[in-house]
């Protein structure tokens, strides 16, 4: 490593349109507490990119998410995400203001870029983490509290950045440091960190950078962009989800879901086993392969709770499983479980939901 | 010329049957099988469409990894690609994903030195192992040719200049045209692998293997001692405690004592 001083946090600021990504607004929650404990003096800085207007517009929301000063690389060679443009744009951001950290939300554009910017820079990258520390006591407390490691046996400072991500499924965690380069670069699972309120009277301070983007940089050419059908509300942001799997039986299972979805103000998802049968369009899936979801509550009818799914759904507030069987996995998980046949528990629910919600 | 494809592959546990020690807290890799990585099998399919319907189209699949990776050069032989290359040496243990996408390059321009330019890189968007999905767009990197990642579909003009790719992103679809050479990363939705077959299987199969010697590597700039980013633990999380039992005698009784319940605890 060089002589450079390395200093402040860095989050990329993802925008689409001018939004903010939530997963932006989640790392710019988690970096107003990591900043803190970062040795010496720091600021909580966003870097965004993207044509004048959007860069604006999500500069704004980043400094109303928490960030205290925002690098933009404005120009209108950056309106479509590209690896190349927002490569060249981020990288020249980094090596002219050299941060220690700079985490990126893992969302597709997050998972895309930041690899191409750590093989540019020749740094480490920890990819789709789920907890990050500093303090060596906030990580031990953690690894005695929820783990199975024994931390007496690690040497841990107060300096690195402690990343750590599920591995084989979410079977195993690793933790990761980047001693030997500087910035320290993660990937974060988007709906595991907190985002802050929205402050939209909060002030920050903007830093116009050049990066010289050029048409001829960007070699891949976007054509457009078509919406999927049938995945009207994202699962990723729902507040209540009523997924269903196996244990349905038939694809018209999901019509007894999908009421009381609507009953509730939920939205339907699956389980892998379905789609495998055929009965329901595989954007719906939730899971590791599919859509990680971190909703207030989880209802799981007829899903016993293969690794791949539960590590979609270990971020849920609550979890209510429907099984017949009282020894499958996911009873394991749930906050609530019931054994017994989701076709006479769920109608049930239905006709009665309304009696004892809170008004 | 021919048109050059390489195919990058991993050999991985398979990850249904991965258990975890629960003393040690270690991964028990002991009698599961390895498997070629999902991802990377619809990276050689789509590798193999190109070749079904082009004449001159000649598929190298790339591995490092343990001796025993070879199994996913055969694999891919028998599929219908024509060589395989095993990067293998002790010196690339706890390699990260900076140098594996260091080592993969190196050998790819090996290999193009001998034996020509390369039109196109396919790899598989991520590993069931690591889970990372970063080796695809470092090795794009190290390359210096354009990436694509999440595809989806994929088309190459006549001329194979040209590719057209959608990508499967969160909500939408991306339609992004560009040249070769590029890499390209897989989903499973790009394509439906097919089975080996039997005269592939009988036939002769060219496979390479490579140390770091033989690739011009340091031993100090591979490995743990070469890597950025160095895995200080790795342990399973405490299993969950598990939730309450919801009673009843019927399905009418447990919904109304969860309902009860979920109101008392102000969930709803």
Known sequence: ?359 | MAFNIIVCAKQVPDSDLVRIDPKTGSIIRKGVPGVLNADDANALEEALKIKDKHDDVYITVVTMGPPQAEEVLFEAIAKGADEGILINDIALASSDTFVTSTVLKTAIEKWAADNGEISLVFAGREATDGDTAQVGPQLAERLDIPQVTYASSFEISEDMKTVTISRKLEGYHEEVEVNTPCLVTAIKDLNQPRYPHMHNVFAPMKITSWNIEDLGLDADSVGLAGSPSVVISSFPLKKGKGGMFVEGESGAEQAANLLAALKDKRII
């Not at chain 1, 209108?76 to 939300?105: F, M, Q």
């Not at chain 1, 893992?106 to 907890?131: H, K, S, V």
């Not at chain 1, 709770?305 to 009282?326: C, F, R, V, W, Y």
């Open chain 1, 1 to 359: 490593m060089t002589d450079k001083t390395y200093r402040d946090l860095w989050v990329f600021a993802e925008q689409n349109d001018g939004v903010l990504a939530p997963a932006s607004a989640q790392l710019l929650g988690e970096g107003t507490r990591l900043v803190k404990d970062m040795d010496g003096d720091n600021t909580l800085c966003a870097v965004v990119a993207g044509n004048e207007e959007d860069s604006r517009q999500a500069a704004a929301d980043a400094i109303a998410y928490g960030a205290k000063k925002v690098y933009v690389i404005a120009d209108e060679n950056l309106t479509n995400y590209t690896t190349d443009g927002y490569t060249k744009a981020v990288c020249a951001a980094i090596t002219e203001y050299n941060p220690d950290i700079v985490l990126y939300g893992a969302t597709p554009q997050g998972r895309d870029l930041a690899p191409r910017i750590a093989a540019r820079l020749g740094l480490g990258l920890t990819a789709d983490c789920t907890r990050l520390d500093i303090k060596a006591d906030d990580y031990i407390a953690y690894a005695q509290a929820e783990t199975m490691l024994d931390p007496s046996t690690l040497d841990l400072d107060d300096v690195l950045l402690k990343q750590t991500k599920p591995s084989f499924g979410g079977k195993l965690m690793a933790t990761m440091v980047c001693p030997k380069t500087k910035p320290q670069m993660a990937t974060v699972r988007p709906g595991v960190m907190d985002s802050l309120q929205k402050d939209p009277a909060a002030t920050g301070e903007i830093v116009a950078v050049n990066a010289g983007i050029t048409a001829e940089d960007i070699r891949v050419t976007v054509k457009g962009k078509t919406v999927d059908a049938a995945d009207g509300v994202a699962l990723a942001d729902a507040e209540i989800i009523v997924a269903g799997g196996r244990g349905l039986g038939d694809a018209s299972g999901f019509e007894l879901l999908q009421k009381l979805a609507d009953k509730i103000g939920g939205v339907v998802a699956t389980s892998g086993a379905p789609i495998d049968a055929g009965w329901i369009d595989e954007s719906l899936m939730i899971g590791q392969t599919g859509t990680i979801v971190r909703p207030r509550i989880y209802i799981a009818c007829g899903i016993s709770g293969s690794i791949q799914h539960l590590a979609g759904i270990e971020n849920s507030e609550t979890i209510i499983a429907i099984n017949t069987d009282k020894d499958v996995p996911i009873f394991e998980i749930a906050d609530y479980c019931i054994v017994g046949d989701l076709y006479e528990v769920v109608p049930e629910l239905i006709e009665h939901w309304d009696e004892y919600i809170t008004k």
